[in-house]
């Protein structure tokens, strides 16, 4: 910068007497930016105040320096660059009703269990890409939502990385009610273009994750799903977080899940023991993707390996009742 200074003031030397005016007003310009520390902070910030209007005779000169001086002042303000970091902070106080586990200072088999659960997947992410994750079940009442959010929560607390829980089911949102957030708006006023993506996400604090619900739904819910408006959606939230956990409707009664699979990288499936019977298990592997299934998470399981402390008989995931 010292060199730039030096410079300039042999150059404006050599003008004509004309240009004095313009000279001394360049230098005390160039002392004042001098004297700002270096860093593109302070650059961005810098303000030029009291621009002096400048003379017919300063003008003809052809002061380069006098048209410096001749421009408005402006700031430069550092751009708003949207991210999950601008989403509303929610304190959420879990009921015992809301099963989740997976809190911190849970230390029950169960929330070891799904402990397991996130170390397992953290390991197949080296073998194949694996950021959204999608959690489905056969049929209603086999207890997909509840893994869904224990699973989030695992994820975050434990990896201390960006995870959102995304409510795939429209129709009839079960994680909105496990965290409270009926009322809130979600994908629904996203995809009819009412909120941005950051206006519809919330951020949790306690379980720390970020959560993406479904609100309130208007007309055909598949219809909506398949505006066209999910995929960009997908992308934005894929480059934004570490962990995607959708949580969506049953395959088998409804056509809505198959918006998901299409957008996830790997699929884990819910069943529960003395709900699933063999065929509707077998009609749900097949109306998936081979490819995509990653593994299936046993609900209610009644006969473990007891020398597993991971399992126990006595702490059984409970129904998810509001599913659809």
Same mark, same amino acid.
């Given at each position: 910068m010292s060199q730039i200074f030096d410079a300039l003031q042999r150059s404006e030397s050599e003008r004509s007497g004309g240009a004095g005016v313009a000279k001394a007003r360049a230098t005390e310009l160039l002392q004042r930016a001098e004297q700002v520390?270096?860093?593109?902070?302070?650059?961005?910030?810098?303000?030029?105040?009291?621009?002096?209007?400048?003379?017919?005779?300063e003008r003809a000169a052809g002061s380069v320096s006098a048209e410096l001086?001749?421009?408005?002042?402006?700031?430069?303000?550092?751009?708003?660059?949207?991210?999950p970091m601008q989403c509303e902070v929610i304190r959420i106080y879990p009921s015992t009703e809301s099963h989740l586990v997976a809190l911190p200072d849970n230390e029950s088999a169960a929330s070891e269990a799904f402990h397991l659960l996130g170390v397992r997947l953290r390991h197949l992410r080296r073998q194949r890409p694996l950021k959204k994750v999608l959690?489905?079940?056969t049929i209603p009442q086999e207890g997909k939502s509840t893994v869904a959010a224990n699973l989030a929560c695992t994820l975050a607390l434990?990896?201390? *990385? %960006? !995870?959102?829980?995304?409510?795939?089911?429209?129709?009839?949102?079960?994680?909105?009610k496990i965290f409270g957030l009926q009322l809130r708006t979600g994908i629904c006023s996203w995809l009819n273009?009412?909120?941005?993506?950051?206006?519809?996400?919330?951020?949790?604090?306690?379980?720390?994750?970020?959560?993406?619900?479904?609100?309130?739904?208007?007309?055909?819910s598949l219809e909506l799903l398949q505006s066209g408006r999910v995929i960009p959606m997908m992308e934005q939230l894929?480059?934004?977080?570490?962990?995607?956990?959708?949580?969506?409707p049953p395959i088998l009664p409804?056509?809505?899940?198959?918006?998901w699979t299409n957008m996830s990288d790997g699929i884990l499936l819910v069943t529960r023991q003395g709900t699933t019977q063999k065929k509707q298990?077998?009609?749900?592997?097949?109306?998936?993707?081979? *490819? %995509? !299934?990653?593994?299936?998470?046993?609900?209610?399981?009644?006969?473990?390996?007891?020398?597993?402390?991971?399992y126990r008989p006595t702490n059984r995931l409970p129904n998810d009742d509001a599913e659809s």
């Open positions: 520390p270096s860093g593109r902070e302070q650059w961005n910030t810098l303000i030029v105040e009291d621009s002096p209007v400048i003379s017919e005779q001086l001749a421009a408005p002042a402006t700031r430069v303000e550092p751009e708003r660059v949207e991210g959690v489905t079940s434990r990896t201390q *990385q %960006k !995870v959102l829980l995304l409510e795939g089911d429209i129709r009839r949102p079960t994680q909105s273009g009412e909120n941005s993506l950051i206006d519809s996400m919330y951020r949790l604090d306690g379980p720390g994750i970020w959560i993406l619900p479904a609100g309130m739904a208007t007309g055909n894929t480059n934004w977080f570490d962990w995607v956990v959708i949580d969506s409804l056509a809505d899940t198959s918006v298990l077998k009609r749900g592997l097949e109306a998936l993707s081979n *490819q %995509k !299934v990653i593994g299936a998470v046993l609900n209610s399981a009644k006969s473990v390996v007891h020398s597993d402390y991971y």
